[in-house]
């Protein structure tokens, strides 16, 4: 089970000519490691959200965990987007469906990963894994979710239309520390 950026556990179709250097890599970790990802002041006690429709609405009673973009090929399908835009849930007893919740499909993304969307309006919510939500999608947020996409994951995939904005920094794959991460969690 692989409980970080959603579906990214089989090897995407990688465009080489938009491989990050070695020193980009390099500079994008430091950067990483610069920054606080982890401070909890800021981010909201409360966050809800819902599909377009409405008909489905989620509140999680805490903060909002790590946020990313993972830009892979599979990605950009289950999103709809350029990207995922996808943030975890550290504790996922605090998540629940306030109502709409006979609504969702489930469908499986990758192995031991799925995700749940409205049947009506097709807005996908949030990751599924282990029978338990992981995270939600940040377009279905309500207001500021209190996090900021740290990261950018599988950009040697990304679509050719792509312009990823922002400092967040890039991976051409997945997270370089991910397992040393996921310890944490
Ligand atoms: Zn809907
Ligand atoms: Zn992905």
Same mark, same amino acid.
């Given at each position: 089970?692989? !409980? ?6 089989? !090897?995407?179709? @990688? ?19 610069? @920054?606080? @990802? ?14 377009? +429709?409405?008909?489905?609405? *989620? ?12 830009? #892979?090929?599979? +990605? ?9 835009? *996808? ?7 605090? &998540? ?10 489930? *469908? ?9 969307? #409205?049947?009506? #309006?097709?807005?996908? @919510? ?18 500021? !979710? ?24 890039? &991976?051409?794959?997945? *997270? !370089? ?9």
């Amino acid at each position: 089970m692989e !409980p970080r950026a959603v579906s990214c556990s089989a !090897p995407p179709v @990688l465009d080489t000519t938009s491989r990050l250097s070695s020193v980009q890599w390099i500079e994008a970790r430091r950067e990483l490691a610069a @920054l606080d @990802l982890t401070s909890s002041e800021e981010r909201r006690a409360v966050v809800d959200g819902g599909c377009h +429709c409405g008909a489905v609405r *989620y509140r999680i009673d805490g903060a909002l965990g790590r946020a990313s973009a993972c830009h #892979c090929s599979r +990605c950009r399908k289950v999103f709809s987007g350029a990207s995922s835009a *996808y943030a975890e849930i550290p504790d996922a007893s605090k &998540f629940s469906w306030v109502i709409g919740e006979d609504k969702l499909t489930e *469908y499986s993304v990758a192995s031991g990963f799925r995700a749940a969307f #409205c049947r009506i #309006c097709g807005s996908t @919510l949030c990751g599924i894994s282990a029978n338990q939500v992981h995270g939600v999608t940040l377009g279905t947020v309500d207001g500021d !979710p209190g996090v900021q996409i740290e990261m950018h994951t599988f950009v040697g995939s990304k679509a050719p239309w792509d312009h990823i904005g922002g400092s967040a920094p890039q &991976f051409e794959e997945e *997270y !370089p520390n991910s397992e040393a991460s996921e310890d944490n969690q």
